[in-house]
């Protein structure tokens, strides 16, 4: 009887449990170099991933190395869609029928005339990319995800994307940062989720399988414990706006090689690496024997990876280690390191680089990020 308690308490805990696979597909990288396009794209975009952060606006970058997306669907009956779950940003977009530019051509479009449940809003959006801009209209609709079916939520229909986006396997983007910094002031897809008492718990967990093209999920409203091993530990946010801490230093061999006195970081999924001052990250490239090609990719040889040294990211009296295999990536032009510069904003961004190596629980009630060991 005691057993049959318990397996009915684990069969409820599950149900809880709202979990979104991720598909871990091709990156915008690979797709270009496939037609041989990848050279004159990242001449005419380079890489910068702290577009998205400037202040003013939200804004989200080019990222030509994202490839883990989600299905979710808009709208009665049902229209899917593939989207980058994006702790870097708050709101919600997919394109529209209403948008001509080749990014909408390559990708699923909501029709808002096909769903019954659909209205409109009375405000415009603009979003700013690295490379240009998503503007459009936001409406509202029925919006399910993993499960899930949030009620009136107020989303974007895009009318023109920047042209990187035609590339990029995801429709669109779903945020999960906070309401202080969505455009329009909208309320984003997982408060709603909490405001409509859709999850148990008023947290989400990310977990990113590595190497492996299946297993990846983003879960809401729990924890999954088979994706991690030992304790989670929990790091306070600096700033509620994005998943923002504290980072104390960043070291290798023991040797402070970069965040000398502190600095803070943004744990972000819509961001592929590990990002950093370029100062900082040229010393840490430099210190794992890279050199930095024209484009800023800090490339290594490919046969001394099981040689090159740990990189530990220490964040509030916490060590987070993140051995070469993590940090190198092996492409059809070789090998390079997954630290990136950021310029000269004092802003660091833990990507997905650093999320493969470690489970990371985003809780938006007690504002803290636990992290723990991936299995």
């Not at 919600?92 to 449940?117: E, G, I, M, R």
């Not at 229909?157 to 945020?175: R, Y």
């Not at 809401?220 to 600096?238: E, K, V």
């Amino acid at each position: 009887m005691k057993w049959l308690i318990v397996l009915t308490a684990l069969v409820a805990f599950s149900e809880c449990l709202h979990r979104i696979p991720l598909i871990k597909g091709k990156t915008a990288r690979q797709t270009l170099q496939e037609k041989g396009l990848w050279d004159k794209y990242r001449k005419m975009y380079p890489y910068n991933p702290m577009a998205k952060f400037q202040a003013g606006s939200e804004s989200m970058t080019n990222d030509a190395d994202l490839s883990y997306y989600g299905v979710i669907s808009i709208g009665n009956p049902p229209q899917s869609f593939t989207v980058i779950f994006d702790t870097g940003s708050s709101n919600l977009w997919v394109p529209s029928v209403y948008c001509n530019d080749q990014a909408c051509q390559n990708h699923k479009k909501f029709n808002p005339q096909q769903s019954s449940t659909f209205k409109w809003g009375d405000q415009s959006l603009s979003i700013q990319y690295g490379t240009g801009s998503m503007t459009g209209y936001l409406g509202s609709d029925t919006v399910e995800v993993g499960g899930i079916s949030v009620a009136n939520q107020v989303f974007g229909l895009s009318q023109s994307e920047a042209s990187f986006m035609a590339s990029m396997a995801a429709d669109g983007i779903l945020g999960l940062a906070f309401q202080s910094i969505a455009s329009d002031n909208v309320v984003p897809v997982f408060d709603n989720m909490i405001k409509q008492n859709l999850v148990s718990q008023p947290l989400f967990s990310v977990y990113l399988s590595g190497n492996s093209q299946q297993g990846s999920e983003v879960v809401f409203g729990g924890t999954d414990s088979s994706h991690y091993t030992g304790q989670i530990t929990w790091i306070p946010l600096s700033s509620a706006t994005y998943w923002q801490i504290s980072m104390d230093s960043v070291t290798i061999n023991g040797q402070t090689v970069a965040c000398s006195g502190g600095c803070q970081a943004i744990i972000d999924t819509g961001t592929s690496l590990i990002v950093g001052p370029t100062s900082d990250i040229n010393n840490i490239n430099s210190w794992v024997g890279a050199s930095t090609n024209q484009y800023g990719e800090a490339i290594v040889n490919c046969q001394n990876i099981q040689s090159m040294p740990e990189v530990t990211f220490t964040l509030n009296g916490h060590a987070f280690t993140v051995p070469s295999s993590a940090y190198v990536s092996e492409s059809s032009d070789g090998c390079s390191t997954g630290f990136g510069q950021g310029g000269s904003m004092q802003l660091w961004i833990l990507g997905d680089v650093f999320i493969r190596e470690y489970y990371t629980v985003f809780d938006a009630s007690t504002q803290y990020i636990g992290l723990a060991k991936n299995v």
